[in-house]
């Protein structure tokens, strides 16, 4: 099969590796590299994927998995080292489906299952990591927390070089426009969810559980818990008993935080909003400030560019050259505060 190559304009996102509640004396960076050097069955955990492989239901060995399916130390001994790597999310023995690319008054649609020892792929994540700041390129179909699952689970329970009664939280970075960082504070807070149980979809935040709720597969997630909070289980049944194939729902909740009252609206500061957020969908959250309503997308750290993707999958190389460039802005912007650029060249 002839490469096809083409080029995609994409979205590095910073994030901030914190560890609650009480932190730790190292980075993630090096937590990270310890975890990779722990030996299991002889065999060091950066040496072998099969090692680094999560099943996310740990019964079921065909359940949907991630594995970090590689992870170079760049520029290894310099001081503008950094980890890059990427996370693959899939299902064992997961059918595809094809759409013949024929024309006429029928097309065949068909499915078959990967060849022996290759998978289909979910989802991808890139990441950059440096100290305690990351740089995340998250695929279409990613959850928004599935680096922070796997990482936890990988120095927690893997390689256990991190306290269990600990927890890592990748902290999104807020910018509002106008008054400075430290003076912002947030007075309501937006979120919007939505159920079809034509597409089986829901989106309230990418921590959603996947069990079905109601009849013929209707996946309502946080959107049923609310429901039942507010109308009972009983009424909430009712509901969804009576909602159509082609049936939407849709829910929105808005936080508020006006103060006492007669007294000044002083709202949240910004830094407290940050863990709250990172891993709702960037279309689904409005912050409401002194400055008016600012969506989630515009308010959060990214960087644009454009990656090579070869038949559709992003070039590795090329993603790395672009987080190199977006660590550098990010600098510039005062949210990376460090001596020391990394520069995107592969290890030697």
């Known amino acids: 099969m002839p490469e096809e190559k ?6 590095i996102h910073y994030r901030q590796a914190v560890v609650l509640p009480n932190g730790t004396g190292a980075t993630l960076e090096t937590l990270v590299r310890s975890a990779l050097a722990v030996e299991v069955d002889g065999n060091k955990l950066r040496d072998l994927a099969s090692l680094r492989r999560r099943h996310e239901d740990d019964g079921t060995l065909d359940a949907q998995a991630t594995v970090l399916v590689f992870i170079q130390d760049v520029n290894p001994g310099a001081r503008s080292s950094y980890l890059f790597s990427a996370l693959v999310g899939f299902r064992p023995g997961a059918e595809q489906g094809l759409l013949d690319a024929g024309d006429g008054p029928d097309l065949d649609i068909q499915s078959f299952l990967p060849p022996d020892g290759q998978h289909f792929i979910d989802f ?11 740089l995340l390129l998250q695929g279409a179909n990613s959850r928004r927390r599935s680096l922070e699952e796997y990482l936890s689970w990988l120095l927690q329970k893997r390689a256990e070089v991190l306290p269990l009664d600990r927890s890592l939280v990748l ?16 007075t309501k807070i937006r979120i919007g969810g939505h159920g079809s149980p034509a597409d089986r979809r829901v989106t309230l935040g990418s921590e959603l559980p996947r069990e079905k709720r109601g009849r013929k597969g209707f996946r309502l997630g946080r959107i049923r818990t609310v429901l039942v909070d507010v109308f009972g289980a009983t009424a909430t049944d009712r509901l969804v008993a009576n909602l159509g194939e082609d049936a939407e729902v849709s829910l929105q909740v808005t936080l508020g935080f006006p103060g006492k009252a007669q007294a000044e609206q002083p709202g949240i500061p910004i830094t407290q909003i940050e863990d709250a957020i990172r891993n709702l969908d960037e279309g689904e959250v409005a912050l409401i400030g002194e400055n008016g309503t600012v969506i989630g997308e515009e308010v959060r750290s990214h960087h644009s560019g454009k990656i090579e993707l070869v038949n559709g999958l992003p070039e590795p190389e090329s993603v790395k050259k672009l987080m190199a460039d977006a660590y550098r802005a990010f600098i510039d912007r005062g949210l990376v505060v460090t001596e020391t650029l990394p520069v995107g060249r592969p290890p030697s």
Do not use: Y
């Not at 902290?171 to 947030?186: D, F, L, N, S, Y």
């Open 6 to 11: 083409t080029r995609k304009l994409c979205k």
């Open 124 to 134: 991808m994540v890139f990441s950059l990591i440096r100290g305690n700041h990351v």
């Open 171 to 186: 902290r999104t970075k807020i910018v509002m426009p106008g008054t400075a960082r430290e003076q912002q504070r947030i």
